[in-house]
């Protein structure tokens, strides 16, 4: 006990000796919750329209009027004729078109139907859809409005459905971001630091020194990776207080059970970062082949995009995917206020994971050269 | 305190230790000897319990070191090739920490180690890595002696160190030898052999000669010419191409000639030489060293292999 120790007060003078350590550890999850959180989201805050009125009629200027009065739109009323607004589009100084037809009040009063054309550009497709569903609902708002005039009778639709959100009623990007970026973070903490600590001493020479002196495998390992379970999970608390104080996220749940479950994911995680080191010579080799796990992890996980929606064999790697159960459960726990028993399959999971991961890392290295 | 029989190790094709069979009694100051890759790096891990031997048996104080291995790292101080202390703790959190996993101090150990350690602690709060080459080699033999080792394995400890230094280390293991502890220390250095009281000649992976640096230099074979004239590079080439020759390779500024007969005299060469345009010529008999001896086993090896 007393040898792990001693290496784990090494390892610490070491880290915090380094030039670039404690930078890594304080700046990089402080950038990347800001960056991610800010930077990485679906709203769409402005969109410039041409609108092409063709009409210029009492009723299209109505139309016209209430995309300007949208703070959503900025709208470009001067442009002459669709060339133009073609050569606007494929600039990207523009997003989307709208077209009011030569007659359109007219056929609007006699034949009580009428075509407007709304071009939207879909290079970015999510962005694209949103511009378009919300150009659409001011068209609507108008066709509403033109039929309580026409009728004289104050119409609504027949069915109106009232909606909320559960667990995250404003929609709010950051609330549903927030939870995965600290994920991240554990896990880049878990993963690179660990295995390129371990590589270094193979690629210093420094671990023929130790090789020599009468410490067990197991008390290496352990007075090597302790300190980044510590360093680990002080990050989640830092990350913690950021996402309360910063971005407001709620922590409806206890988050003892955070606490818990991040430390058999360290553990995980940690593992593979061993398993990743005793493979590699060097700390690049080391890095890239973590960047390869990271990245397929992350895309895979649901952070960015629903694991729902991805086909059956991404879901069926999900279930060996160590990231994708912790999101799941922090953000369980943070956004829905879950308890033990709504993420104990995620628990056992992670922890049979866990256990796998450190017996083969530790049976995996070698104190021989 | 060594026992090694019949050791092999291969790596891949390569041959590193081939039937190593070796022993050294306790309290002796034993030099391996040989070029870079003979293989004296891997005899010193096997030994240390760094490697496993393919073949073959060794002991240290009768302990095996496969079997043994817990118990042999206790005993035994090594000092790998390359400087393998953390660069970025200082000369005092080294010796501490390399104290402490041996569950000692450096208090109680600090007799064995005042001597070198007085000249490094000027610098003990320096970084190991800002530390000069001789500096260096002081702080891993302190980091090696801290837990007081019966058996010191030294590899390469000179090479990349200034000469005074390298007087200044043997020095050390002199008086490290008169307080008991066995040492056996590596070295490409001919010049250090005569300072081992017994030594190992080794070229790829046999050991070719086991004595003291006395009978090892004696038993150099034949008559021995230490020669020089005015043109260095043309006479070697002329001594290499006589069919008197037997060797000749360069020795600092002199070129060693051993000539095939013993009907060889100097007026012989020199005579040899003249007619080859040489001036200021110099051939005197010289008393056969180490590298002597080496190069001789070195050549009959080649000659054995090649016929």
Redo the contacts between chains.
Sequence with gaps: MRTIGYIIQKEFIQIFRDRFMPKIIFAVPLFQLLLLSYAATFEIKQTRIVILDNDRSVESRRLVSLFQGSSFFSSLTDVEGIEEAEKLINTRRVHQILTIPRGFERKMIVEKSVTLQLITDAVDGSAGSIRSAYAQSIIQRYSMLINTRVTGLNITQPIVATWSFWYNPELQYTTFMVPGILVLLVTIIGLFLTGINLVREKEMGTIEQINVTPIKKIQFIAGKLIPFWIIGLVELTFGLILARLVFDVPILGNPAIIYLVAGIYLVLIMGIGLIISTVSDTQQQSMFISWFFLVLFILMSGLFTPAESMPAWAQIFNKINPIAYFIQVIRLVMLKGSGLADVSVQLISLSVYAFASIVIAVHHYKKTV | MIQISNIEKRFGEVTALNKVSLSVPRGELFGLIGPDGAGKTTLF?II?????PDAGEAKVAGLDVVKDY?AI??L?G?M?G????????SVL?NLS??A????TTIDENYDLIRDIYVQIEPFKHRPAGKLSGGMKQKLALC?ALVHKPELLILDEPTTGVDAVSRIEFWDILRRLKDLGITIIVSTPYMDEASLCERIALIQEGRLMSIDTPEVVAGSFPHSLFAVKTNNFFLLLNHLREWKEALSAYSFGEYVHFTPGTEQITERAICDFLKEKGHTEIQVNKTKPTVEDSFMSLMLKKQNQNAS
């Design positions: 891990r240390s319990s760094l490697m496993i817990v790292r206790r035994v090594y790998p390359r400087f393998s202390l953390y660069q970025d703790l959190e920490f390399f402490s996993i041996f569950k980091c």
